[in-house]
């Protein structure tokens, strides 16, 4: 019997204490833009960009296929690599959503405590109870 083997991609946040340096310029940042992102954005079409190419080829293909039957193939490829890459990546892309949802919490978190402390001793003390 055959066997095939995939990879899930797992994400994760780190729980690290900012330095007092960090702490500082991550004030002054908060102050001056309160929307402002302060942990780093993993983007969706860079960790799956097959999506992007499957999308790609349906939508070109099927205006191609209008003009001239030979390009039939195209979104003929995008379906079925739609398909395969659903079967292949459910669980990658769950795996992204939950840490996208953690990622915007932790960041949310972290602002919040941002502005209510006033120096990092006072920062030093609450990551301690977070």
Same mark, same amino acid.
């Given at each position: 019997?055959?066997?095939? /083997?995939?990879?899930? /991609? @797992?994400? %994760?946040? +780190? #729980?690290? +204490?900012?330095?007092?340096?960090? !702490? @500082?310029?991550? /004030?002054?940042?908060?102050?001056?833009?309160?929307?402002?992102?302060?942990?780093? $954005? $993993?983007? !969706? %079409?860079?960790? *799956?960009?097959? &999506? &992007?190419?499957?999308?790609?080829?349906?939508?070109?293909?099927?205006?191609?296929?209008?003009?001239?039957?030979? *390009?039939?193939?195209?979104?003929?490829?995008?379906?079925?690599?739609?398909? !395969? *890459?659903?079967?292949? @990546?459910?669980?990658?892309?769950? #795996?992204?959503?939950? !840490?996208? =949802?953690?990622? @915007? /919490? =932790?960041?949310?978190?972290?602002?919040?405590?941002?502005?209510?402390?006033?120096?990092?001793?006072?920062?030093?003390? =609450? *990551? =301690?109870?977070?």
């Amino acid at each position: 019997m055959a066997k095939y /083997k995939y990879t899930i /991609k @797992n994400y %994760w946040l +780190r #729980n690290e +204490r900012l330095s007092e340096e960090e !702490f @500082n310029y991550f /004030k002054k940042v908060i102050h001056s833009d309160p929307d402002a992102d302060i942990l780093p $954005k $993993k983007s !969706f %079409w860079k960790e *799956f960009p097959i &999506l &992007l190419y499957a999308i790609g080829a349906i939508l070109i293909g099927f205006p191609l296929v209008a003009v001239d039957e030979a *390009f039939s193939f195209l979104p003929g490829i995008g379906i079925i690599s739609l398909i !395969f *890459f659903f079967i292949f @990546n459910v669980e990658s892309m769950t #795996n992204y959503f939950s !840490f996208v =949802k953690r990622r @915007n /919490k =932790k960041e949310e978190e972290l602002k919040s405590t941002l502005r209510d402390c006033s120096d990092y001793s006072e920062y030093k003390m =609450k *990551f =301690k109870e977070l």
